[in-house]
């Protein structure tokens, strides 16, 4: 008797465009409207995972909403690092902020520093946004992230469609 194989399904580009909109409503609790995810989804490439964070706090946010280019070199190449992160805003005025940092290191001794860093600027009362795209060294694939602001003080009346497709799909109940 032949082991039985079983056939995984291929997701259409549709399908996952419905489940990012599902976890992007279900992260933000609700908070951000049709028009705010739409622009959202149509600007991301759903062929790509990302990690979906939601920032309630300017402080985190900011350090989110950062260009950074870091490099460690040492004297043994095998121990040489780098860090290239680069976001792009997709909602909100976000001016980004940037940090870049180059270390050169003879053993254990750093010889040499660079340092430059500027923060994030945005308003505070406002959804914003951001991709996150980030190559470490030190990990064998890049990764994406979806970063989200939602200020705090900000009341939001969800849109009837979406209160439509929560009642479906009972996405707060899972």
């Given at each position: 008797?032949?082991?039985?194989?079983?056939?995984?399904?291929?997701?259409?580009?549709g399908?996952?465009?419905?489940?990012?909109?599902?976890?992007?409503?279900k992260?933000?609790?609700?908070?951000?409207?049709?028009?705010q995810?739409?622009?959202?989804?149509?600007?991301?490439?759903?062929?790509?995972?990302?990690?979906?964070?939601?920032y309630e706090?300017?402080?985190?946010?900011?350090?989110?909403?950062?260009?950074?280019?870091i490099q460690i070199?040492?004297?043994?190449?095998?121990?040489?690092?780098?860090?290239s992160?680069?976001c792009?805003?997709?909602?909100?005025?976000?001016?980004?902020?940037?940090?870049?940092?180059?270390?050169?290191?003879?053993?254990?001794t750093?010889s040499?520093?660079?340092s430059?860093?500027?923060?994030?600027?945005?308003?505070?009362?406002?959804?914003?946004?951001?991709?996150?795209t980030?190559?470490?060294?030190?990990?064998?694939?890049?990764?994406?992230?979806?970063?989200?602001?939602?200020?705090?003080?900000?009341?939001y009346e969800?849109?009837?469609?979406?209160?439509?497709?929560i009642?479906?799909?009972?996405i707060?109940?899972?």
């Amino acid at each position: 008797m032949q082991p039985q194989v079983k056939e995984f399904k291929t997701i259409t580009l549709g399908e996952r465009k419905a489940i990012l909109i599902g976890t992007i409503i279900k992260r933000t609790k609700g908070y951000l409207n049709k028009q705010q995810i739409e622009k959202i989804v149509n600007h991301m490439d759903l062929t790509q995972q990302y990690r979906i964070g939601v920032y309630e706090t300017p402080k985190k946010f900011s350090e989110k909403a950062m260009n950074k280019e870091i490099q460690i070199m040492c004297s043994n190449m095998a121990k040489n690092k780098r860090l290239s992160q680069s976001c792009h805003v997709i909602l909100g005025d976000v001016e980004l902020g940037k940090v870049v940092d180059r270390t050169i290191m003879f053993g254990e001794t750093v010889s040499e520093k660079k340092s430059d860093s500027q923060i994030a600027n945005f308003s505070i009362s406002e959804v914003a946004a951001i991709e996150i795209t980030t190559d470490d060294s030190t990990k064998t694939k890049i990764q994406k992230e979806l970063a989200i602001y939602l200020p705090e003080s900000q009341h939001y009346e969800m849109d009837k469609e979406i209160e439509v497709i929560i009642k479906i799909f009972d996405i707060f109940n899972k």
